[in-house]
């Protein structure tokens, strides 16, 4: 038996919403296209209230249908774009991080260690992960300090947000204007 496969995020839940709503006013809308089509042949007259009501609402609904069919187009493309502006994004900061731990000539290993601190992680779970002591990464990090000219995690965690959040991202940002150094 396969199980359904519910979407997981708000945009996929709202896109399946939208879906399911177009669906069930298509199916309403056959049922009084039918249904007028039925009462017509069984010689009905448009002039009659009852069906002139039906042939509105069937006339109703078909339009919802197509609104509603070329919103979720539209909301489609929005998501998609959005995650093309998301992933664009994702790519400049790490050029931009890139370029400031070229810029402070960063080891490998502290290059690591400094991810390791902007992504929130502690001393301790850094060296967890890297299978070093808690030691040594105390002296990467000081070492890091002080070749990016900071006095600590969140200076140096600052310095990533303050250039996210300028004009000038992807255009050299706060780097064109230190001159490489912060």
Known sequence: MTSLNFPKNANERRAFTLAAIILLQALCAFFFVGDVFVDMTEGGHLDDIHMALEALAALALICG???????LRQLLRRFSSMATGLRAARGEMTQLIDSFFDSWDLTPSERDVALLVL????????????????????????????????????????????????????E???????????
């Not at 249908?65 to 919103?71: H, Q």
């Not at 050299?172 to 912060?182: E, F, I, P, R, S």
């Open 65 to 71: 249908v197509i609104y509603l069919m070329l919103e």
């Open 119 to 170: 992504k929130g992680f502690d001393n301790e779970d850094i060296a967890r992960l890297r299978g070093t002591a808690a030691g040594t990464v105390r002296a990467q990090t000081a070492k890091i300090y002080s070749k990016a000219n900071v006095e600590g995690r969140s200076h140096l965690f600052s310095i990533f947000m303050e250039e996210l959040f300028s004009d000038h991202l992807g």
């Open 172 to 182: 050299g940002g706060k780097m064109a204007k230190a001159g490489g150094n912060v």
